[in-house]
């Protein structure tokens, strides 16, 4: 079955950088477009990063753009996002999952900016 297991989180200080990673099975992940998503206590699921099945096309939000870099290793079925100048409310959940999405997701990794 498809899962996501998702890596890299933990308490970062206003402006430092994490890496998250997402190791993705049950399906063919070079056919796939994969996205970063993050959920934050009482809001909704929020997409900060998608990239295509090449890894040539990405996107972001408004929010994240010039801060996060998407990027995925095909040979390892792992999709990456490196996130720069973090602020507080870059805290959140974060989730990877495929385009189109997958009803699984994954447990998460917990980000937290705090001084």
């Known amino acids: 079955q498809v899962q996501f297991v998702e890596s890299g989180g933990g308490l970062v200080q206003p402006g430092g950088s994490l890496r998250l990673s997402c190791v993705a099975s049950?399906?063919?992940?070079?056919?796939?477009?994969m996205s970063w998503y993050r959920q934050a206590p009482g809001k909704e699921r929020e997409l900060v990063a998608s990239?295509?099945?090449?890894?040539?096309?990405?996107s972001y939000p408004d929010s994240v753009q010039g801060r996060f870099i998407v990027s995925r290793a095909n040979t390892k079925s792992t999709v990456y996002l490196q996130m720069n100048s973090l602020k507080p409310e870059d805290a959140a959940v974060y989730y990877c999952?495929?385009?189109?999405?997958?009803?699984?997701w994954g447990q998460g990794t917990q980000v937290t900016v705090s001084s």
């Open positions: 049950g399906f063919i992940f070079s056919a796939f477009g």
């Open positions: 999952n495929r385009r189109p999405v997958s009803e699984s």
């Open positions: 990239i295509d099945s090449t890894g040539f096309r990405r």
